[in-house]
């Protein structure tokens, strides 16, 4: 069976500072995976998605970034924080536009 | 655009009791999928339901159901007998199924509704 893994689970960063939120799949090959954020009781918003190794699409423009260095991993990186990108960042895969998205647990990120 | 739109913020229902979620979604396709997702304190998503548009037969998972109105654009979620367990917040989410692959990605998100379960 797939499972889905995101770490790490709660961080604390001081603005300016860099960020790494990783995501590995299990169980499955060439998943589509993407990162979505989520403010305090608001709706999730799509930030990156990707077909396929080195091929990454945003949604939204900001300084956040991402990159699939392998096929089944997905990297959400900042080299400098600011407080407005405090959230819940979640990550999850799926196979084709039929198919569901499987989320991670999310990572509570708080940026002080 | 497609949206989707949940017009309760917030619900409550009495354990054992059934209790409906409203969602509609505005859209020109005829080929989608419609989604609940339902996300506890804990915050992990969870699928409860999935609907094809194409199919007019409602899906049911256990005690969850829907009324797909595909003429209204309408897809509530039922919950039979609720339990304490339900209590969460539940999203209703939209997929085109079109062959735009820009537009196969992304799920257009309802702003949710907190579901409330009273002992």
């Known amino acids: 069976s797939q499972t889905i893994h995101q770490w790490p689970a709660t961080l604390v960063q001081p603005v300016g500072s860099p960020l790494s939120l990783e995501c590995t799949v299990e169980?499955?090959?060439?998943?589509?995976l993407y990162w979505y954020r989520q403010a305090a009781g608001r709706g999730l918003q799509l930030l990156f998605y990707?077909?396929?190794?080195?091929?990454i699409s945003s949604e939204v423009p900001q300084n956040l970034s991402a990159s699939r260095p392998q096929d089944r991993q997905f990297i959400l990186s900042s080299k400098k924080l600011l407080l407005s990108d405090s959230g819940f960042y979640l990550c999850?895969?799926?196979?084709?536009?039929?198919?569901?998205?499987?989320f991670g647990n999310g990572t509570r990120l708080t940026v002080t | 655009a497609q949206t989707v739109t949940q017009s309760q913020p917030e619900m409550s229902v009495q354990e054992a009791e059934t209790v409906t979620l409203s969602c509609t979604y505005d859209?020109?396709?005829?080929?989608?999928?419609l989604f609940w997702y339902k996300q506890p304190p804990s915050r992990q998503m969870i699928l409860v339901i999935r609907?094809?548009?194409?199919k007019q037969q409602n899906a049911t998972e256990n005690r969850f159901s829907v009324n797909f109105q595909k003429a209204a654009k309408s897809f509530s979620l039922k919950i039979s007998d609720s339990q304490l367990g339900d209590a969460a917040m539940y999203f209703c989410?939209?997929?085109?199924?079109?062959?735009?692959?820009?537009?196969?990605?992304?799920?257009?998100w309802g702003l949710g509704t907190s579901l409330a379960v009273n002992p």
């Open positions: 989410a939209y997929r085109s199924a079109g062959l735009n692959a820009g537009n196969n990605r992304k799920l257009i």
């Open positions: 859209t020109s396709e005829s080929d989608y999928y």
């Open positions: 609907q094809e548009a194409y």
């Open positions: 169980g499955t090959s060439n998943p589509n």
């Open positions: 990707s077909v396929g190794i080195g091929q």
């Open positions: 999850a895969w799926d196979r084709d536009r039929g198919s569901p998205l499987h």
